[in-house]
């Protein structure tokens, strides 16, 4: 069974701070996905990560991935608080955009 | 502006009663997807259509889930009896089906079901 597991569960940053969240998958696979959900609302897709050392960036957000290691991370620079959200990896092992299993999410707070 | 629709948004009904969700999925799409979310489970997939066809319905309970596409902008989601344990926030997603190395699934606002 396929396992994706996130941490940290929960973040609370300042401003202006930089982290990173982990995204660690059990089974192998090429694509990786992050979506960004705010409270009370729809998932939203940020990144599509294709293959080994992959990077993506937008705005604050940057996504790589690592899939000899299982690993994908989100890092964050220079936080703000327009950057509350819960953030979701998922992992698609059928390389399909179908069968996506989603991690447990974090929760990140950005408070001023 | 292309986005995917989902009706009820909100719905409380009473334990043994059936439960209909709709979605229309983002025009010109073929794959359909049904996810439920709760705290304690996260999101998990229910069942995925493509061209309207069932692919895999492997995470939704047979004896009382059901899901079809009665036609190519309309999925449907029912519950028949529902229960207390099935409150959850229910969405559904759609992709273009190409299988273009970025695609990905655009999701709908949810239906936010409580079962009392």
Redesign the interface.
Known sequence: ELKVEQNPLFLSMQEGKNYTIYCNYSTTSDRL?W?RQDPG?????LF?L?SNGAVKQEGRLMASLDTKARLSTLHITAAVHDLSATY?CAVDPTG??????????TRLQVTL | DARVTQTPRHKVTEMGQEVTMRCQPILGHNTVFWYRQTMMQGLELLAYFRNRAPLDDSGMPKDRFSAEMPDATLATLKIQPSEPRDSAVYFCASGPGTGAPEETQYFGPGTRLLVL
């Open positions: 996905y979506y609302k729809s998932l939203e897709s599509v294709l979701f399909t955009a179908s069968k996506l299993t989603f991690g447990t999410g």
